[in-house]
């Protein structure tokens, strides 16, 4: 019986060398956990079209938005350990969503760290409803009459969220205004429903920035962005830990071969060292974050660790 069992590891070892040595031999599919037209779609589709033309395959994309990206990892993670189906997300569905409320998958056991790409920037804006000018003047108010300033969100634990809650357990009373989505909110920022608001970069808001409506007050990222020099991130302000920043990467299923995993951290690494995908990333607002698989691992353990003592902190849970 133990030759047996023994037998059939080492058949099964031989059968998962030899898939990850004739990797790929037919299309690969990306599945992108949000709607199509966004940032994520774009930069997904341009990758793709890298990768596919270094492995020599057809890479399909697809867009599986809903439930903050759970559905489209989770159906990744469901598929077959072989390289061939592939998330583009934010860590927060690894990193955040499970702490609020249940996820139908494990983020540690049932996810691979494949690549790092990119970190995309969290906005506070100011609307045409905030009679000032910069974030002293939030401090200012928000110490002169606690609770007056809305922030608008895009919803109940978001990053947007949870920059708000930092913000408020650092001493500034705000009042949260969640919303269901990115959209909407935008909409009733633009008219004046609410004095501050959170967002990604994206066309929409980016449009809106450009005619003078919106003006951004602070960034969550690594560094300025090259498109707002002017601009300070949440550190330089004093708030490290309002500083959150989407960072996304390729993720494929537990027990995908570790030379699969490699050929393909390779291919993205690769892509995102040309310069026609490092300026397209960058002229969406968006910084490039290539790392080794390992420390994007480590980055989304850490952030899953302090997010959970971030939720039980604020009491935070999913509608």
Known sequence: ????????????????????QTFPSRPIHIIVVYPPGGTSD??????????????????LVENRGGAGGALGMDAMAKSAPDGYTLAF?????????????????????????????????VYLLGTPAFTGKDFADVVSQAKAKPGALRVGTSGIATLGHLMV?????AGLDLTHVPYRGGGQVITDAAGGQFELFTANP????????QQGKFRVLAVAAPRRLAALPSVPTMTELGYPDSNYTSHFGLFAPAKTPEAVLKRLHD????????????DRLVKLDNVVAASTAGQFAQVIRREYDANAKIVAKAGIRSE
């Open 1 to 20: 019986m133990i030759f047996r069992i023994t037998c059939a590891i080492l058949a099964a070892a031989l059968s998962l060398s030899a898939a990850a």
């Open 42 to 59: 774009a930069v997904t589709r341009l990758l793709a079209d890298k990768i596919s033309s270094a492995l020599g395959q057809p890479v």
């Open 89 to 121: 997300s934010a860590i927060s569905p690894l990193t955040l969503l499970p702490h609020v409320g249940k996820v139908p998958y494990d983020p540690i056991k049932d996810v691979a760290a494949v690549a790092s790409v990119m970190y995309s920037p």
């Open 165 to 169: 809650e930092q913000l408020r357990i």
């Open 202 to 209: 994206s066309p929409g808001v980016n449009a809106m920035l």
């Open 267 to 278: 291919e993205i690494n690769a892509a995102l060292a040309m310069a026609e995908v490092a």
